[in-house]
């Protein structure tokens, strides 16, 4: 498997705007450094079980550059290589800009439980203001849960029991061996023999 920061890729294949951080230092283990590993413990996979290239986003709900990304970007990115089977892109909370991040991203997988990961998911980013002024607080992630149909009374003691904090703390604690400083990081993950295949063929 190969892994590259997404500004290589882009000008290999994708030819839209990402804004990234580089990994620093990842972790030389290359038994650490696989597919299945990286995309466990994270969001749902959006797209196909067997997809050529995997996309593994570090990110925080309270980042305006994971913002931009979510809004200009993965739309595209989902058009193009997701809905077409080529690419897969799984979440990894990475969260460092405030005590909502943390609740936001417990919340994206109360949300899961109900089958409704992604919908929240982009709930959350569509509504992201300023950092921690109140639009990701236990309130409002409770009207988004509301707004999206989701039982109120499960997602509640979902977030009451804290049942995902160990969950998001570890996603954090994997962006740290990985190398992940900020938001968003991106690991790419490629077949062995990609690189000498036709990135035209993409």
Same mark, same amino acid.
């Given at each position: %498997?190969?892994?590259?920061?997404?500004?290589?890729?882009?000008?290999?294949?994708?030819?839209?705007?990402?804004?990234?951080?580089?990994?620093?230092?990842?972790?030389?283990?290359?038994?650490? &450094?696989?597919?299945?590993?990286?995309?466990? !413990?994270? =969001?749902?996979? !959006?797209?196909?079980?067997?997809?050529?290239?995997?996309?593994?986003?570090?990110?925080?709900?309270? *980042?305006?550059? *994971?913002?931009?990304?979510? +809004?200009?970007?993965?739309?595209?990115?989902?058009? +193009?290589?997701?809905?077409?089977?080529?690419?897969?892109?799984?979440?990894?909370?990475?969260? &460092?800009?405030? $005590?909502?991040?943390?609740?936001?991203?417990?919340?994206?997988?109360?949300? /899961?439980?109900?089958?409704?990961?992604?919908?929240?998911?982009?709930?959350?980013?569509? %509504?992201?203001?300023?950092?921690?002024?109140?639009?990701? /607080? $236990?309130?409002?992630?409770?009207?988004?849960?509301? !707004? &999206?149909?989701? /039982?109120?009374?499960?997602?509640?003691?979902? %977030?009451? =029991?804290?049942?995902?904090?160990? $969950?998001?703390?570890?996603?954090?604690?994997?962006?740290?061996?990985?190398?992940?400083?900020?938001?968003?990081?991106?690991?790419?993950?490629?077949?062995?023999?990609?690189?000498?295949?036709?990135?035209?063929?993409?």
């Amino acid at each position: %498997m190969y892994f590259i920061s997404i500004p290589i890729v882009v000008g290999m294949i994708l030819g839209i705007y990402v804004v990234s951080d580089l990994v620093e230092d990842p972790v030389n283990d290359q038994a650490l &450094l696989t597919n299945e590993y990286l995309t466990n !413990n994270g =969001s749902p996979k !959006n797209g196909f079980d067997d997809a050529v290239i995997s996309i593994v986003e570090f990110g925080d709900y309270q *980042c305006t550059f *994971c913002y931009k990304f979510h +809004q200009n970007t993965l739309n595209a990115i989902k058009i +193009q290589y997701i809905d077409t089977g080529k690419v897969s892109f799984v979440y990894r909370d990475f969260p &460092l800009n405030g $005590r909502d991040s943390i609740l936001a991203a417990e919340a994206s997988y109360c949300a /899961d439980d109900q089958d409704m990961y992604w919908s929240y998911h982009f709930m959350l980013f569509n %509504m992201q203001k300023e950092i921690d002024d109140g639009w990701a /607080d $236990r309130e409002s992630l409770n009207s988004y849960a509301f !707004n &999206l149909g989701l /039982d109120l009374d499960e997602f509640r003691e979902c %977030m009451d =029991s804290s049942k995902y904090q160990d $969950r998001v703390q570890s996603n954090y604690d994997e962006g740290v061996t990985q190398g992940v400083i900020s938001t968003p990081t991106f690991l790419i993950i490629l077949p062995s023999n990609f690189i000498s295949s036709d990135p035209g063929s993409m």
